[in-house]
């Protein structure tokens, strides 16, 4: 813990950022036991703000909560909001969501480029997660407690707050609609029909006309 007291510059922090020189940024986070909250209720949870982590169980859709035993559990796990988010737009299980309220006691800066490689969930992932705070992305993995004694070994200081770009609000995607705009579609269909029959009916009146005459 060498460089613990310096603070880095986000862009600093940032342009670490290959396998030989790979530096990470990860909010440190305390639970505050007496914010804790429970919430089953999932309709909701746009709402809910990103400092929550959330446990979430998954069960089956046909259970009720109400009625849950712990056989109905399929599994179990903390993911953050963003990851949440996704769940609940394309799971088709029932979730019940725990959610406990995070404090972030520090964001720090980790110097992992010894450890890319024994990364047990692989170099990419690190790698992929430079140049920005990576909290969400090793928290929703569910790091054990032992991953999280070995960071210690790594940081090497704390990124200035104030030079972190603004996380964006994960907004969920619209479902596309289906009544867009169909008038234009429903018009040009109609003239396919009614043009050759036009071209017709003028024809056929031409050569009435040029007959009689
Ligand atoms: C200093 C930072 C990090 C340390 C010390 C660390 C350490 C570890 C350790 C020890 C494991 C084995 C499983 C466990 O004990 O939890 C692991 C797994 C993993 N880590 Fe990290 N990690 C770090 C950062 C990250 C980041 C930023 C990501 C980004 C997504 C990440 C993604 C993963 C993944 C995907 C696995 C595999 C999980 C599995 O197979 O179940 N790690 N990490």
Redesign the pocket.
């Known amino acids: 813990m060498s460089g613990e007291g310096k603070v880095f510059n986000f862009s600093e922090v940032a342009s670490h950022n290959n396998r030989h020189d790979l530096w990470?940024i990860?909010s440190g986070k305390a639970i505050s036991g007496s914010s804790k909250r429970t919430t089953y209720d999932i309709v909701g949870i746009e709402m809910l703000c990103d400092d929550y982590i959330y446990t979430v169980l998954y069960a089956h859709s046909s259970c009720r909560y109400a009625s849950l035993s712990s056989h109905d559990l399929i599994a179990h796990s903390t993911i953050s909001f963003l990851r949440l988010s996704e769940h609940l737009l394309y799971a088709c299980n029932f979730l019940i969501v725990v959610g406990e309220r995070l404090r972030v006691v520090s964001t720090k800066v980790?110097d992992?480029t010894k450890?890319v490689e024994d990364?047990?969930?692989?170099d990419e992932?690190?790698l992929?997660?430079t140049g920005m705070d990576?909290?969400d992305?090793?928290e929703?993995?569910?790091?054990?407690?032992?991953?999280?004694e070995?960071?210690s070994?790594?940081?090497i200081g704390e990124v200035d707050q104030s030079t972190v770009p603004q996380r964006t609000r994960y907004k969920a995607p619209r479902q596309p609609s289906y009544n867009q705009d169909k008038t234009a579609e429903f018009i040009i269909k109609i003239l396919q029909f009614l043009v050759p029959i036009a071209i017709l009916g003028l024809a056929f009146g031409i050569r009435l006309y040029t007959k009689s005459t």
Do not use: C, K, N, Q
């Open positions: 990470l990860i980790y992992v450890f990364h047990p969930g692989g992932v690190l992929s997660s990576a909290t992305d090793f929703d993995v569910g790091h054990s407690d032992s991953a999280r070995m960071m070994e790594y940081v």
